[in-house]
Every structure is written in structure tokens, then in C-alpha cells.
């Protein structure tokens, strides 16, 4: 059995192991856990700046975890290896020290991996187990029900807390797209009402004082409605909280062996986080984990998209946005706007009409593009532009590959991902790997979030690439398909959904739909009481996405968008540099709300305010982020006015727009 001491080249992050106890910390938290037979569990943890310890003294015997039958607790397991690494640039997450137990469990003949990240400076720590089999195990002694399992346990005071939030955020976004279906669900109680409380829908879980708080992040798939393969739930006792939902089993607990001995099975990983009490350090501190575990890199992620399916109603009307001609016309218009990169959508692989567009060799289809990839690559070469592809997920990796070295794709969006299995996941996350890997790593993913399927949800697989969001089409008014009306495009509905991602996820992973809203029908939409560089502005947090063909765009929407396009390419670097934070009210055409993109290393940021179309206040007072009691110094990006203003004990500064529907973008710096 290793023992270790070790913090060498992490900065903050250090970890050490006696054989009798392990600690971890990250130079903001440190974690405790003592050895049981069974396993780990912790009996501290500690918020660094403020000294406040979070777990209780507790008489229940133990580990951290519990799988049903193969690990009891009181169990008997037998330590085998330990192990802390330093790893610096790694391609799946930022810098961190890697902690490494596995444990023998002699009477089921299986071991169990327990991993712990510390990310320097960071509020918290990631935990995951994973599992394998010594030998061949038999289907029937495998227990095809896991109840009563669970990957986390912490004693804490939860019953005496000020308040328990429970958050999660809806896939589907195809089918929410109205303003009774919010993107986010929230619940909170401040009132202890019984012996246990359980949020099977949530991703996240935050127990809170007035001046301290724990936040548990479960990085899975999950949405408020689609809990995925076995991904659990937070369930809350007076004494204790428990993370269930191991990923090991398929939704239906049926076939499919969950124990393998070829391959370590992971189980879903939890981030446990601490931090002041307040709502705006739960942001910050669930933001700044997000960012140091799914690093945003520019180079990969940081374009301006157009992308060919949103302006054609859909079938083949869509289809056919994806042929040699149009794209050739489709990349001399995003060139010449600033669009940096155009994914080619569905129809590129198949016949024009075809029955069946998915029974195909996955080439691009000579009657649509009868010089293959050559005439489209050479033109995005000549103006500089990107090309992305789109493919369902169940194309393999080596037609990918052949694609990416043909036509020089560097985004490929995968649709139609329907996880029924822990299988499934396992062979897109193998054939994504192999993508990546095959490629150079020089791709990055667009994960689809608009069905109800089990798909990748908001806090998985992001080391990958982004989120696309949503499809908001115009329903061109040629079009008969007014089945399409639930995903019309609607200036206030695409502020609203990314005003709450921006509660809990980081933007700049998000890719957000722009529509032509001169084309847009106008039944369920107010788009055109809007501007289209509003409508791009909306954008700018997180990732734009022209979900249209930009070639309909008329010479005034150009003028329009040229403008707001340049700006915000001379100061994205810099807003992705921050933490971006909601601000305001929540969208709904006569608020005052917008995004905050904070850097706290370098005391400055960018406001970016929206006076909706119904406002009738000119001027409006509106609390920051990081700013109470500062004085700040301001500059428009637009028209380089610059004035210096004091918030007071709330961060709060008075602001004006004087004309409705209208946005400003400001730079902010403190004296």
C-alpha cells in the first residue's frame, strides 16, 4: 500500500495519504476521509477562507458509497493501489492533481476505483467511482436492481440549514418554446417538513446559511425531464446528503451486463462545493468549478456559426439548403458579414427526395455535390471561413474521419442521439474519443439538446465542444408546415432560455440561435417590433449560431449586422475571458434584464443591457455582480462614451436606454 504526500506542480492543489487517512485540497477547500474496511468516508471538510466545517460527527457506519450486494457497509474490502498524479494539459479538463484508490472486494470478486480532482484554487473537489470485474461474473448474480445504491454521503447539518435549493434545467427545447415552459426548474425550502426529501429531477443541490454554503453538482446527463440512464437523486435526511444514480444499469434494469472485466465502468461523477452563503457566490462558485473542469478553448469553440438547416421549413425544404451551389452562395454571404464558420445540415448524404436520407454510405451525394468536397473547401480556404458537418450519432467514427479529411470540417453536429443504455453512452463517448483522436484533435462537437431523448444534458461531455441549443426556424411563409409554429423564433423566448442557463452553466459553451426575422411568420412572433442586430446581440454571452441561410438576409439586415458583428469580434476575447451572470429581470418584452461577463483577475468586465420592446422606463437602476460599494468606470462599445459611476451596498447602478428595443454593450473597469 503507496503512501503519499504530494503537491508538486499543481500551484494550490495538494494531497496527501498515511495509510490511515487521505486528505485532498485545492487551496479554497480540504477534504478529509478516514479508512474503513469497507472503504472512504469523510469525516471533514472544510471551507479554507472562512474556516467553516461542514461535516457532522456521525455514528453511522460506512464508506462514501454503497453498490447493493458488492459493496455493503460492512463489507469487507482490501486496499490494493493508491496513486496522486499531476496532470498538466490535459485534452479532456483544465490542470489538476489526480487522487487514485482501488479497493478489492474478495467475497464478489470485483474492484472499485475511487477518484478524487483537485483543480488548483478551485471551490470544490470531483469524485468518481468506477468498477470492474476480476473474472467472468454470472448474469444472475449480478443484482439487476441497484436500490439503495449511492456514489456520495455527507454528513451535514441539512435539516438546521437556512435553505435547500434544488435546480435543474429541461431538454427538449424543441418542444418548450412558449412562456409558461421556462428552461430552468428551481425549489427551494427553508423548512424542514419531514425525515427525507428527494429531487430525482435536479442536476443540482445546494444546502445554505446565511454565510456558508454546499453545493452538489451531478455531472450526468440528466434533465428535469429526462432522467437518462440510472442517474438517481439527491435525497436529503437531517443528518446527512446522498447522491444516488450510478450509471451502471439500463433505464430498464434488463439485459446488458453492467460489471465487465475488460473495461472500468464509471459511474456518474459529483462535485461537491463550498462557499459564502449569498446567491451571487452559488453562481460564482458553481461557475468557476464548471470552467476549471470543462476549460473553454477559443480555439476551438469561439466561432460565429451559420448553419444551412433553419430558413427551409424543415424535410426537404431544408434538405435541400445543403447542395454545391447554395453553399458556394452561402459562404461568399457569411464571409461577407463575418460569420466564421458554416456547418453544412442534414441532406448533404442523400438523393434530393430521398424516402430514407439515413440508408447511405455517408459521402457527400453527387447530384448535391457533383465535385464532392474539393469546390467548397477551396472557397471556404479563399475567404477564410470554417466548414462544419452535421451527421447522426449513429454514423461511425471512420466515415467521420473520411469526411474531415476530405472536406476540412471542424465542427460536427450529431443528432438523433437516443441513450436507451449505459452501452449506448459508452460506444458514442468510444466513437467521439476515436473522432477527436482520429482528427488530430482539431474538432470539436456540437451535442444536440432539442428532443426529450436521453441525450448529453448541460453538465456532461462538454470537453468535447458545445451545447446547440435549440432550432428557432422562421417558418418561411411559402411553407405549409404549420406544424413548425412551436419552434418560431421569438426574440424575448431566446433571451429568456439563455438569461437562465446563465444562472448555472457558463454561455460560452451554449450555442444560441439567430433567425432572419424578416422571413419569420409573424403569428406567434413579435421578432420584427425587434432589430436584427438586437436579435445578434442577444447572442454575444454565449456562442452565435445564424440558424439560417444567411443569403436571404436583405442589404438593410447587413447594415444592420455588419456593425454589431465587428464589435463584438474586437471584445469576444475578453468577455469570454470572464464569468458571465444573468442581471435584471427575467425577459418578457417589457423587463430590463441582460448578462454580466465578469474577470475577477482582472477587475474589469462587460454589461450587456436589453430595454425590451414594452419598457416604458428610459433610465433603471440594476445590481451587479462583484461590484458593492466600487466606483466604476464605464465605456459604450458602441459609440466610445465613457462616464464613472459609484454602486451602492447591493452593487447596484443606474443605467439608461432611451429608446425601446434597444441593447447596449458596455466595458467596465474598477478605479
Not at 444 to 463: H, K, M, Q, S, V
Amino acid at each position: 500500500m503507496e503512501k503519499f504526500h504530494f503537491n508538486e506542480n499543481t500551484g494550490a492543489a495538494s494531497a496527501s495519504f498515511d495509510g490511515r487517512l487521505l486528505k485532498v485540497g485545492t487551496g479554497v477547500v480540504e477534504r478529509c476521509w478516514r479508512l474503513l474496511p469497507a472503504g472512504l468516508s469523510t469525516e471533514s471538510y472544510c471551507y479554507l477562507p472562512t474556516g467553516r466545517e461542514w461535516i457532522l460527527p456521525t455514528a453511522e457506519a460506512g464508506p462514501d458509497w454503497r453498490i447493493t450486494v458488492m459493496a455493503e457497509p460492512d463489507a469487507q474490502a482490501t486496499l490494493t493501489a493508491t496513486a496522486a498524479t499531476s496532470l498538466i494539459d490535459d485534452p479532456g479538463t483544465g490542470d489538476h492533481l489526480a487522487v487514485t484508490l482501488i479497493f478489492r472486494y474478495p467475497e464478489t470478486n470485483f474492484l472499485l476505483r475511487y477518484e478524487v480532482r483537485a483543480y488548483p484554487n478551485a471551490p470544490g473537489l470531483w469524485t468518481r467511482l468506477a468498477v470492474r470485474a476480476e473474472d467472468e461474473p454470472e448474469r444472475d448474480s449480478l443484482p439487476g436492481c441497484l436500490l439503495g445504491a449511492y456514489c456520495e454521503r455527507l454528513a451535514v447539518a441539512a435539516a438546521a440549514a437556512q435553505r435547500r435549493l434544488a435546480v435543474g434545467y429541461y431538454n427538449d427545447t424543441q418542444h418548450r418554446n412558449h412562456d409558461d415552459l421556462p428552461i430552468r426548474r428551481e425549489e427551494e425550502n427553508r423548512e424542514w417538513r419531514g425525515r427525507l426529501e428527494s429531487y430525482d429531477w435536479a442536476s443540482l443541490l445546494f444546502i445554505e446559511n446565511a454565510d456558508s454554503g454546499l453545493a452538489l453538482v451531478k455531472e450526468s446527463h440528466k434533465c428535469v425531464n429526462q432522467r437518462g440512464i440510472d442517474t438517481g437523486a439527491f435525497l436529503v435526511k437531517p443528518d446527512s446528503v446522498t447522491v444516488t444514480g450510478l450509471a451502471l444499469t439500463p433505464p430498464d434494469y434488463g439485459g446488458g451486463l453492467w460489471l465487465r472485466t475488460d473495461r472500468w465502468r464509471p459511474a456518474w461523477a459529483t462535485w461537491s462545493l463550498l462557499y459564502d452563503g449569498s446567491a451571487e457566490e452559488r453562481q460564482l462558485a458553481v461557475k468557476r468549478f464548471d470552467r476549471l473542469r470543462y476549460p473553454f478553448r477559443p480555439e476551438r469553440d469561439m466561432f460565429i456559426t451559420a448553419n444551412t438547416w433553419g430558413s427551409g421549413g424543415a424535410g426537404e425544404g431544408s434538405r435541400s439548403a445543403a447542395n454545391q451551389e447554395n453553399i458556394l452562395r452561402e459562404i461568399a454571404s457569411c464571409a461577407d458579414l463575418g460569420i466564421e464558420l458554416l456547418q453544412i445540415d442534414d441532406g448533404w448524404q442523400c438523393e434530393p427526395g430521398a424516402a430514407r436520407p439515413f440508408e447511405v454510405d455517408w459521402t457527400p451525394n453527387p447530384r448535391r455535390f457533383p465535385d464532392g468536397w474539393r469546390p467548397v473547401r477551396q472557397a471556404a480556404a479563399d475567404t477564410g471561413l470554417r466548414l462544419g458537418l452535421w451527421a447522426p450519432w449513429r454514423v461511425d467514427a471512420d466515415s467521420l474521419i473520411r469526411n474531415y479529411r476530405e472536406g476540412g470540417f471542424r465542427r460536427f453536429k450529431l443528432d438523433f442521439i437516443n441513450l436507451h443504455s449505459r452501452d449506448d453512452l459508452d460506444a458514442l463517448l468510444d466513437k467521439v474519443g476515436a473522432l477527436i483522436d482520429g482528427t488530430d484533435r482539431n474538432v470539436g462537437i456540437n451535442w444536440d439538446a432539442t428532443e426529450e431523448n436521453a441525450r448529453l444534458g448541460y453538465y456532461f461531455g462538454r470537453e468535447h465542444g458545445n451545447i446547440y441549443l435549440e432550432n428557432r426556424e422562421n417558418g418561411p411563409p411559402d411553407s405549409k408546415l404549420t406544424r413548425l409554429c412551436h419552434i418560431r423564433y421569438t426574440p424575448r423566448l431566446v433571451l429568456r432560455d439563455a438569461w437562465h442557463l446563465a444562472h448555472y452553466v457558463n454561455l460560452n459553451q451554449i450555442q444560441l440561435a439567430i433567425q432572419n426575422i424578416d422571413r419569420v411568420v409573424a403569428d406567434f412572433s413579435n421578432c420584427r417590433e425587434y432589430s436584427h442586430d438586437y436579435c445578434f446581440a442577444i447572442a454575444m454571452m454565449a456562442v452565435p449560431l445564424f440558424f439560417q441561410e444567411t443569403h436571404y438576409l436583405d442589404d438593410n439586415a447587413r447594415r444592420q449586422l455588419r456593425p454589431i458583428i465587428a464589435t463584438y469580434k474586437r471584445h469576444r476575447q475578453a468577455i469570454n475571458a470572464g464569468l458571465v451572470f444573468p442581471v435584471g429581470d427575467q425577459p418578457d418584452d417589457a423587463s430590463w434584464t441582460g448578462f454580466q461577463s465578469h474577470d475577477a483577475d482582472d477587475n474589469s468586465g462587460y454589461l450587456l443591457l436589453f430595454r425590451e420592446v414594452y419598457n416604458r422606463q428610459p433610465r433603471h437602476r440594476l445590481p451587479m455582480h462583484q461590484t458593492k460599494s466600487r466606483t466604476i468606470c464605464f465605456t459604450d462599445t458602441g459609440d466610445g462614451e465613457t462616464w464613472s459611476a459609484d454602486a451602492d451596498h447591493s452593487g447596484a447602478v443606474e443605467f439608461s436606454l432611451p429608446e425601446a428595443a434597444s441593447y447596449r454593450l458596455l466595458h467596465y473597469a474598477f478605479a
